[in-house]
C-alpha cells in the first residue's frame, strides 16, 4: 500500500490546516487510520488515529479539541483537520496504515507509511 500525504505548508499561529492522505486501491476501507508526527530533534508520536469505518476514533492530548480525524473511503482518503495550530504542532506529519482495521496509537503496529508532509507553524 503506497501511502502519499499532503497539505503541509506555512502557517501562523491560531490558524488552520487540513491534511490529506491517500491510498490508492479497493482495499482502504479495510484499513485502519493513523497520523503522526515527528517535530527536528524528536521523536515521532502518536497524534491521532481512526479506524475503518470512521465510527471510534483517538487522539493525542496535546491535540484534543483541536485537531480532527476524519476518512472518506469512497475517496480512499484519511484528514487531519488542525485548528487553532501552534508553533509546537511544527513537524512533519505521517500517516499509516493498519491492517486490522481498529484504533491504535501505537507506531509499531502500523504496517504502511506515506513519506510525510510538513508543517510549520509561526509564532
Known amino acids: 500500500v503506497q501511502l502519499q500525504a499532503y497539505g503541509g505548508g506555512l502557517v501562523q499561529a491560531g490558524g488552520s490546516l487540513r491534511l490529506s492522505c491517500t491510498a490508492p486501491g479497493r482495499t482502504f476501507s479495510n484499513y485502519g487510520m493513523g497520523w503522526f508526527r515527528q517535530a527536528p530533534g524528536k521523536e515521532r508520536e502518536f497524534v491521532a488515529a481512526?479506524?475503518?469505518?470512521?465510527?471510534?476514533?483517538d487522539y493525542a492530548d496535546s491535540v484534543k479539541g483541536r485537531f480532527t480525524i476524519s476518512r472518506d473511503n469512497a475517496k480512499n482518503t484519511v484528514y487531519l483537520q488542525m485548528n487553532s495550530l501552534k508553533p509546537e504542532d511544527t513537524a512533519v506529519y505521517y500517516c499509516?496504515?493498519?491492517?486490522?482495521?481498529?484504533?491504535?496509537?501505537?507506531?509499531?503496529?502500523?504496517?504502511?507509511w506515506g513519506q510525510g508532509t510538513l508543517v510549520t507553524v509561526s509564532s
Open positions: 481512526i479506524n475503518w469505518s470512521g465510527g471510534s476514533t
Open positions: 499509516a496504515a493498519d491492517w486490522g482495521g481498529t484504533v491504535v496509537a501505537a507506531a509499531e503496529k502500523y504496517d504502511y
